[in-house]
Nanobody
């Protein structure tokens, strides 16, 4: 069993930055696929970024490429999402997810473990 706890959300002005953290307990999840998803009010959950094995295997949705960076610290069993140049349309609840056997990293239904979410609000 893996427990995921996100932190780092908050209110920021457009153009600002935030770093989200997702700490895992219960298992060493460095070999897991780890992803970030978000859900804005009235919208479906969408894929944001994912990492598998190492920084050499990272994936991003087009709208965040060049602005967001996913990384992991295996010693701390933590995955991060550095978010720069934030826009009001980035406002959402952000969730981290993990699973040892994901085939399609962009598909949230393939992730077994989820955090509780952290709110990110970007004001214009």
């Amino acid at each position: 069993q893996v427990q995921l706890v996100e932190s780092g959300g908050g209110l920021v002005q457009a153009g600002g930055s935030l770093r989200l953290s997702c700490a895992a307990s219960g298992r060493t999840f460095s070999t897991y696929a780890r992803g970030w998803f978000r859900q804005a009010p009235g919208k479906e959950r969408e894929f944001v970024a994912a990492i598998k094995w190492s920084a050499a295997n990272t994936y991003y949705t087009d709208s965040v490429k060049g602005r967001f960076t996913i990384s992991s610290d295996n010693a701390k069993n933590t995955v991060y999402l550095q978010m720069n140049s934030l826009k009001p349309e980035d406002t959402a609840v952000y969730y981290c997810a993990a699973d040892p056997s994901v085939v399609d990293l962009l598909n949230g239904y393939e992730y077994r473990y989820w955090g509780q979410g952290t709110q990110v609000t970007v004001s214009s």
